[in-house]
């Protein structure tokens, strides 16, 4: 069964730092796209950053030069460093995982860890 479990959210105040990990159980990691997404109250989910099977990276424009993805393929492992964390950086952050092998779609989801950014 596949699994994504997120760690490493909670509570920081505007100005710090969080590192999201995401561990994955699922064979052939490597070959995976990996991404973080985030759902603020009352929001639809958003594209946080995302890190293609060769390692190719994007970010969104709102957390452009303060995040950055990485990945372990060794550890099967997705990280999110985040750095001068804001306010309207609250949210759950929930690690995404896809793969094209046509004619299939894999697309599984982690349970999310919630950050919170406030003094």
């Known amino acids: 069964q596949v699994q994504l479990v997120e760690s490493g959210g909670g509570l920081v105040q505007p100005g710090g730092s969080l590192r999201l990990s995401c561990v994955a159980s699922i064979s052939m990691f490597s070959l995976y796209d990996m991404g973080w997404y985030r759902q603020a109250l009352g929001n639809r989910r958003e594209l946080v950053a995302a890190?293609?099977?060769?390692?190719?990276?994007n970010v969104a424009d709102s957390v452009k030069g303060r995040f950055t993805i990485s990945r372990d393929n060794a550890k099967n492992t997705v990280y999110l460093q985040m750095n001068s964390l804001k306010p309207e950086d609250t949210a759950v952050y929930y690690c995404?995982?896809?793969?094209?092998?046509?004619?299939?779609?894999?697309?599984?989801w982690g349970q999310g860890t919630q950050v919170t950014v406030s003094s």
């Open positions: 890190i293609t099977s060769g390692s190719s990276t």
């Open positions: 995404n995982a896809g793969r094209l092998a046509a004619p299939k779609v894999y697309d599984y």
